[in-house]
């Protein structure tokens, strides 16, 4: 199986920064990774797909970069909502695997 | 719009079967896309499972291929995840997921326990 990992674990931030988060395959998976977002008790929620590509009604601070085995996630201004734990997941081979997650937590 | 909902017990004992339903409002099953089960573990590490194709095809993630079913019930617009010869590893919480598109039931837990 393909192998992810994400850096940092957790990350402490403010309102109002820009931050990244990684997201590192251990073998080349093109451009099939995805971003997901999710908050204590609920599901995860898709936000970026294909590396690049916004899911419908996600805010354009969102946004994916990357290829082959090094991906990022960008948030350009954090808003209070945007505190959850981060996965990123490869879909070019099966099986399809997760990170470890980000806990994007308030500093 | 779609809504996938997760049912089933919250206790299974060590060795039993694990069984749970996934049902699934606005949108029938039979007409597109992969019915996928997911499953998180404490500390955060999540697993795709597999998934029940909309002609009735499965594919089951390797490390579980032993022990995993998915079936369907087209009528109710169901599908379903056995899990056999359970452990205390596989204490998690279990999603359904029309992956592709985003679409995840709530999640159910369920812990392994005698």
């Known amino acids: 199986d393909i192998q992810m990992t994400q850096s940092p674990s957790v990350l402490s931030a403010s309102v109002g920064d820009r931050v990244t988060l990684n997201c590192k395959a251990s073998q080349n998976i093109n451009k099939y990774l995805n971003w997901y977002q999710q908050k204590l008790g609920e599901a995860p929620k898709l936000l970026i797909y294909?590396?690049?590509n916004l899911q419908t009604g996600i805010p354009s601070r969102f946004s994916g970069s990357g290829s082959g085995t090094d991906f990022t996630l960008t948030i350009s201004s954090l808003q209070p909502e945007d505190f959850a734990t981060y996965f990123c997941f490869q879909h070019n081979s099966w099986p399809g695997t997760f990170g470890g997650g980000t806990k994007l937590e308030l500093k | 719009e779609i809504q996938l909902q997760e049912s089933g017990p919250g206790l299974v004992k060590p060795s039993q079967s694990l069984s749970l339903t996934c049902s699934v409002t606005?949108?029938?099953?039979?007409?597109?896309?992969?019915w996928s089960w997911i499953r998180k573990f404490p500390g955060n590490k999540m697993e795709w499972m597999g998934y029940i194709s909309y002609s009735g095809s499965t594919n089951y993630n390797p490390s579980l291929k032993s022990r995993i079913s998915i079936t369907r019930d087209t009528s109710k617009n169901q599908f379903f995840l056995q899990l056999n010869s359970v452990t205390t590893e596989d204490t998690a919480t279990y999603y359904c997921a029309r992956f592709s598109h985003g679409d995840w039931g709530q999640g159910v837990m369920v812990t392994v326990s005698s």
């Open positions: 294909n590396t690049n």
């Open positions: 606005g949108y029938t099953i039979t007409s597109g896309y992969d």
